[in-house]
């Protein structure tokens, strides 16, 4: 069973999961776990890890268009060092107070992996899910995709500054809670575009039509892609970028941009089935967490 | 830096960590992380997990004598065995039914070693902390103590059925939310008896003088213990009951009682200073979570 089976599984058996994070009488929550091995190349500073780890789960809760309360966090490492043990702090709450929530404690542990569990709880009267895209809507992401890709490219170079800096994303929360009255749909954009477009359209049981020219790619995309392909690729399959992917009715899009202090650039069109890109099947490719 | 001091550290840098769960505006949350090899003997199934995970941070909650809400647990394992999270599924849901809370969902993820970390929410308007116990008031423990130290015995002795039942402690929600309005302080016995006496001692700045005769013990225990001396180290620091250690006047005890569904044994008298059972220190000694 891999872990996307797992996940529908748990789904399934949990009404209140299943979407970015769970929803309980207003009260939002989402927990993550992330290990050395998949998830911190070698070069990732543990301030980097802490502010990534959590501003994973933060993503959760800005994916369902609420505000973010608070976070802990559960360390886990084959030695708690003092200064990697502050380092991972300092991240966990400078990426908190980026985002107006509360960094509020956690777990000390010892194991054989660095491991770190994190759990963001937020708020919200009107969640914004999975499943409310409608025909006729427009699909927009909210900054610029292939920051991790060219991230993950820089550690394999070398380049350990370059990729900490890239590493640490900013958690869309304020975006989430502006994009909430307009967006029909909404998720994260960790699986990848490509993954979260599918997992969109089958939420809503609609399809989509876009365009790769619209697509926005982040600047440090550039400097590691190799052909088009490439630069395609990493900015729709690699995934963990942190943006929203939503939905929203056309004539809504301009009053969003209003009220966002990111970009949002519409990438194409919610239509009857099919995830297409510049009319190809749009293959359901993009990031399996392992 | 071992775990306490690591976890003294880290409740410096944060205000509202410390005690047995962070409380932001009324909303109690509490985070752990568990491993195979240090916390799930051989012999303990995937449901005792589920339920054993989850059920540590549940005690959290009614740590602080606030009502459990709802739990999510994020889960990895060096396979993604369906039948295997289906256990532990169906372990965390019935330890939060058993306390009126909801699961709500989790993470999947591999790694090397089966972990789990587990968070639970709850709510409170008057959070009974660690450091409120007076001199004169009388220090209790709910049900009875020494269940985890016989359930490892039982593993050890191969005797899986009886360390699995064992291992099924009932999270003491419904009797923190009774204590709360008589408690003065208040933890779970996580630690063993001899250390939450000295934490408690340490946060209200005052001392214990305990009775051994007075000490509730569990029925296993006799079942395992070798001679008074292993029975007394069973119930006082192996620890891992979660049962609830507190504080509160003499004069409630019986008011306490009435609300109650569980025993409530007084075992001592809170004093000046100093940790005392039978008029010896008792040692600071017990499970250093690592």
């Known amino acids: 069973m891999d872990e996307r089976s797992a996940l529908r599984r748990l789904a399934a058996a949990l009404p209140a999961a299943g979407d970015d994070a769970a929803v309980v009488d207003g009260l939002v929550v989402t927990t993550d776990m992330l290990h050395e091995s998949t998830d911190f190349p070698s070069g990732t500073t543990r301030y980097t890890a802490g502010w990534r780890a959590v501003g994973a789960s933060l993503s959760d809760v800005a994916a369902m268009g609420a505000d973010a309360t608070a976070a802990v966090a559960a360390y886990a490492a084959p030695t708690l060092d003092e200064s990697e043990l502050d380092a991972f702090l300092d991240g966990a709450i400078d990426v908190c107070e980026a985002v107006d929530a509360r960094y509020v404690g956690?777990?000390?542990?010892?194991?054989?992996?660095?491991?770190?569990?994190?759990?963001?709880?937020?708020?919200?009267?009107?969640?914004?899910?999975?499943?409310?895209?409608?025909?006729?809507?427009?699909?927009?992401?909210?900054?610029?995709?292939?920051?991790?890709?060219?991230?993950?490219?820089?550690?394999?170079?070398?380049?350990?500054?370059?990729?900490?800096?890239?590493?640490?994303?900013?958690?869309?929360?304020?975006?989430?809670?502006?994009?909430?009255?307009?967006?029909?749909?909404?998720?994260?954009?960790?699986?990848?575009?490509?993954?979260?477009?599918?997992?969109?359209?089958?939420?809503?049981?609609?399809?989509?039509?876009?365009?790769?020219?619209?697509?926005?790619?982040?600047?440090?995309?550039?400097?590691?892609?190799?052909?088009?392909?490439?630069?395609?690729?990493?900015?729709?399959?690699v995934g963990e970028d942190f943006e929203l992917v939503c939905t929203l009715p056309a004539d809504a899009v301009d009053g969003a941009r209003d009220a966002l202090s990111v970009p949002l650039t519409v990438i194409g069109d919610v239509v009857d089935g099919g995830v297409r890109m510049d009319g190809e099947l749009l293959a359901d490719e993009g990031y399996t967490h392992e």
Chains 1, 2 share one sequence.
């Open 106 to 237: 956690g777990d000390l542990d010892t194991t054989g992996e660095f491991t770190v569990a994190t759990t963001a709880l937020g708020e919200t009267d009107a969640p914004v899910l999975r499943s409310g895209a409608n025909v006729g809507d427009v699909v927009c992401v909210t900054g610029a995709l292939g920051r991790t890709a060219a991230a993950l490219r820089a550690f394999d170079a070398g380049e350990s500054g370059r990729g900490n800096d890239l590493f640490r994303f900013a958690p869309r929360v304020a975006s989430g809670v502006a994009l909430a009255p307009h967006a029909t749909a909404m998720m994260d954009s960790s699986d990848g575009l490509a993954r979260s477009l599918h997992q969109l359209a089958e939420a809503s049981d609609v399809g989509f039509e876009v365009s790769w020219d619209a697509v926005p790619v982040h600047d440090a995309v550039d400097d590691y892609a190799g052909d088009d392909a490439d630069r395609r690729a990493m900015a729709t399959t």
